[in-house]
């Protein structure tokens, strides 16, 4: 399959999407007052497509370099997807670093602030009340680390289907 391949990709696409992360998630959880979620996500889902570029980088080189210019979907597909895992996974170690070790607090502000818009919104007491209960019911289950790092990974590794997918059909090269 390219392991060489699939793990530089994998691993360097993981340290971008990883270090952009961090540097977005730290810049916010030290901003006082006002700190801007919804960019700091959009930040966040243009990181993993710029670091998921590499799947379709690391597909082209093993299909022109190693397999003679041709490749199926199928196996565009399973190097793009091991790339999107290596990534995703160095991704998910680094959030549990620095979410338990560094920004304990990530989750309490997150809420605070969905719970503003809310307000904002012009919700009843009644919503803002279910709203707090779901998100106190969360925060506890988000201290668990194995869940932490499964709500991530639904984080990331969605955004590495679709590119893993799209690499595959457009890289995909049938035999003359």
């Known amino acids: 399959m390219g392991t060489k391949n699939v793990l530089i990709y994998g691993i360097i696409a993981g ?3 990883s270090s952009l992360m961090l540097l977005s998630v730290n810049y916010m959880s030290h901003c006082e007052g006002n700190v801007d979620f919804e960019t700091s996500m959009l930040i966040g889902y243009a990181s993993m497509l710029i ?8 597909i082209k080189n093993y299909r022109d370099k190693y397999n003679g210019g ?4 199928g196996k565009a597909f399973k190097i793009g997807i091991m790339i999107v895992l290596i990534a995703s996974t160095i991704y998910v170690v680094a959030w549990l670093i620095d979410y338990f070790f560094f920004i304990p607090d990530f989750i309490e502000k997150y809420s605070t602030h969905m719970l503003e818009e809310l307000k ?9 009340d279910k709203q707090v209960e779901e998100m106190a019911s969360f925060a506890k289950m988000y201290q668990n680390p194995f869940f932490n790092a499964m709500m991530t990974y639904m984080e990331i590794l969605p955004v590495g289907l679709v590119v893993t997918l799209i690499s595959s059909l457009i890289l995909k090269r049938k035999a003359k």
């Open 15 to 17: 340290i971008i999407v």
């Open 51 to 58: 670091a998921f570029s590499l799947v379709f980088v690391g």
């Open 120 to 128: 904002a919104s012009g919700a009843t007491q009644i919503e803002i």
């Open 70 to 73: 041709i490749i199926s979907f």
